[in-house]
């Protein structure tokens, strides 16, 4: 599979207008991949860089099966009830990124709400890197 779509199959695994339904896209009004969906752009690797296995030596290509090294949250007491804070590993990045969950109190599910820090700029892949 192309690293694009396999990025936008991690990104939006149940399809943009599913997540838009449920409200994880909040920061926009338009469509639901306008507000990350540019970020992306020439970045096809970011999505792949939270993977165990994935390094910037390696083009961020990830071992299989697909493995995310996530982190507890080392201040839980800072998130009001109803939301959880998680962090991501990358072999990217210094230090791990935060992604905030939301509880639906009527199912007990937990959806993806705000993922703004993994989709900011990493290492660039070494492939990419003019002074690799």
Do not use: C
Request: hydrophobic share 30%; net charge positive.
């Amino acid at each position: 599979m192309r690293k694009r779509k396999l990025a936008e199959r991690i990104l939006f695994p149940q399809g943009k207008h599913k997540l838009w339904e449920k409200g994880t896209y909040h920061a926009s009004n338009t469509h639901p991949s306008a507000g990350y969906g540019g970020r992306l752009r020439g970045k096809e690797y970011l999505p792949l860089a939270y993977f165990e296995g994935a390094a910037p030596e390696n083009s961020y290509t990830p071992a299989q099966p697909y493995v995310l090294n996530v982190l507890p949250d080392p201040r839980p007491q800072d998130m009001e009830p109803g939301y959880l804070r998680l962090f991501l590993q990358t072999a990217g990045a210094d230090s791990p990124r935060p992604i905030k969950l939301r509880q639906k109190p009527s199912t007990g599910e937990w959806f993806l709400w705000e993922y703004s820090s993994p989709l900011s700029g990493i290492r660039i892949p070494a492939a990419q890197d003019p002074w690799a």
